[in-house]
């Protein structure tokens, strides 16, 4: 039954129908970024508006210098960040899915017990800024997202261990490759796709994180672009709710401020949307390889 035509038609009636749940929310989001502020304001939310406008887009070209600046870092933490995570992952996750390796079960629990408990934010904060004294740096952006991702780990050693035949590394060591050469010049080109999928969950941990800036930075010429269009969002919500007389009333009416959180949306999330599809093709083949119990 599961073979035959009204069976695939159905999976197919599906699978479309959730695809397009999917992608709606993102057009209505980009459709909403383009429409004049009165009309949303009079009608709602359309994917069909009468009246477009481009008022959000020139308002938040006024923050350009400010705005470029963040991408900037922000492309430079995500870059760095997610080339090293997936480093100390790689190297953490290889040696756990080696069943030689004496001490796997007990690191293993170590990772593992992380996913349950955290040290808490005062450790943390102190750890940070007065043992490694990150706050107000670049590396605030970076640092803190190198504690590698106990979830990552994990998938990554699965697949190590499913993926990874033992019989090709004991031919490069009969070769006389070393543990290192054989991680390298094996192991690595084997694992493409748990790679691309780990390092698509690292890049879009930096890319949306503000949490970092909000706790270490306080200066905004290191802001990420996540912290530069949240401190945005609150100029228009301080605006909205001052009482500082007529002058800040006749500048909050002159800000779109529903198609501006729907333009600041766009620009946070266009660059990821981008650039998934080159990563698609791995993503799919590095979780299912990688989620099987091992």
Not at 4 to 22: D, P, Q, T
Not at 95 to 100: A, E, H, V, W
Request: aromatic content about 14%; glycine content about 8%.
């Amino acid at each position: 039954m599961k073979n035959s035509l009204g069976w695939r038609i159905l999976i197919h009636a599906i699978l479309i129908f959730a695809s397009i749940a999917c992608i709606l929310p993102f057009v209505l989001l980009i459709v909403s970024s383009f429409t004049a502020e009165k009309e949303i304001l009079r009608y709602g939310y359309s994917f069909f508006p009468k009246d477009f406008s481009l008022e959000a887009y020139k308002y938040l070209w006024v923050h350009m210098d400010e705005i470029g600046r963040a991408y900037g870092i922000t492309i430079l933490a995500t870059t760095v960040g997610t080339a090293v995570g997936l480093c100390l992952m790689a190297l953490l996750a290889y040696p756990l899915s080696r069943k030689d390796f004496p001490c796997r079960n007990i690191i293993s629990f170590f990772v593992f017990f992380t996913m349950l408990f955290s040290g808490g934010l005062v450790p943390t904060y102190l750890m940070y800024t007065q043992g490694l004294h990150i706050k107000n740096t670049i590396l605030a952006l970076i640092v803190p997202g190198l504690l590698m991702n106990a979830f990552n780990v994990l998938l990554m050693k699965t697949f190590f261990a499913n993926s990874i035949p033992m019989a090709v590394i004991e031919s490069a060591r009969i070769d006389g490759a070393g543990e290192f050469r054989s991680f390298v010049s094996i192991v690595l080109p084997l694992s493409l796709p748990i790679l691309a999928t780990v390092g698509l969950f690292q890049a879009l941990g930096y890319w949306n994180d503000w949490y970092n800036g909000l706790i270490y930075l306080t200066d905004e010429r290191l802001f990420s672009i996540q912290n530069i269009l949240n401190r945005i969002i609150n100029d228009i919500q301080f605006l909205a709710n001052s009482d500082l007389g007529s002058n800040a009333g006749e500048a909050y009416a002159k800000i779109p401020s529903a198609t501006v959180r729907m333009a600041i949306a766009v620009i946070g999330v266009v660059p990821i949307l981008a650039i998934y599809p080159f990563f698609q093709k791995y993503f799919v083949k590095g979780i299912a390889i990688g989620a099987v119990k091992g």
